[in-house]
């Protein structure tokens, strides 16, 4: 079956630093990968929606100049946390779809990156 | 905007009884997919299953069927035979059948917990 990686899966950094979680489907191509963060015992809330070689769309409310999301590639995804503070400490999950199908029937998610922000 | 609404916080169950757990959902789409994901302690997500709305046979995976109530804007997830492994979060997704528009909306979660 089809494989997203995370990594890293967790990272600890200063208030004021920048931290970068790459999403990376290992063995299809993915032409759209979507950005999750999770709260501790709470839901799944959608960030943005990142496509392959365009600008990814951000959800309502979600700052796109402090959450930087580059889909360069058919099978990276990146998200940088740019200057992070205590309030951006969350589990943060990516998923794939493979290309030239549709993504309700091929959808794949990594295992999640936890970050804690000092 | 679709919602997805799981109304039961926490179940519990007998290992090997049976486990019914609630989703409702908001639509104005005629055309959509329903999902039941499962996150255990590891915090990976499971797909469980998946129901094409258009399809009015519920959709079952071994131990797991749903029943589908398109009209009442219902899907509830059905465990036979629960085990321990069964044990997690289980969420109720929705998304649009549109091409481009494919985002997931969760529900809240409902924690089971499996007894030995």
């Known amino acids: 079956g089809a494989v997203v990686s995370q990594h890293p899966s967790r990272v600890i950094c200063k208030s004021g630093t920048s931290v970068k979680i790459e999403c990376r489907s290992l063995?299809?191509?993915?032409?759209?990968m979507f950005w999750y963060r999770q709260f501790p015992k709470k839901s799944l809330m959608l960030m943005a929606t990142s496509n392959e070689g365009s600008k990814a769309t951000y959800e309502q409310g979600v700052e796109k100049d402090k959450f930087l999301i580059n889909h360069a590639s058919l099978t990276l995804s990146t998200l940088t946390v740019t200057s992070a503070h205590p309030e951006d400490s969350s589990f943060y999950i990516c998923?794939?779809?493979?290309?030239?199908?549709?993504?309700?029937?091929?959808?794949?998610f990594g295992p999640g990156t936890r970050l804690l922000v000092l | 905007a679709q919602t997805v609404t799981q109304s039961q916080p926490e179940m519990s169950v007998q290992e090997a009884e049976t486990v019914t757990l609630s989703c409702t959902y908001d639509?104005?789409?005629?055309?959509?997919?329903l999902f039941w994901y499962k996150q255990p302690p590891s915090r990976q997500m499971i797909l469980v299953i998946r129901?094409?709305?258009?399809?009015?046979q519920n959709a079952t995976e071994n131990r797991f069927s749903v029943n589908f109530q398109k009209a009442a804007k219902s899907f509830s997830l059905k465990i036979s035979d629960s085990q321990l492994g069964d044990a997690a979060m289980y969420f109720c997704?929705?998304?649009?059948?549109?091409?481009?528009?494919?985002?997931?909306?969760f529900g809240t979660g409902t924690r089971l917990t499996i007894i030995p």
């Open positions: 639509t104005s789409e005629s055309d959509y997919y």
């Open positions: 998923s794939a779809t493979t290309a030239g199908t549709r993504f309700q029937e091929t959808q794949y």
């Open positions: 997704a929705y998304s649009s059948s549109d091409f481009g528009n494919e985002k997931l909306t």
């Open positions: 129901q094409e709305a258009y399809k009015q």
């Open positions: 063995d299809f191509q993915a032409t759209t």
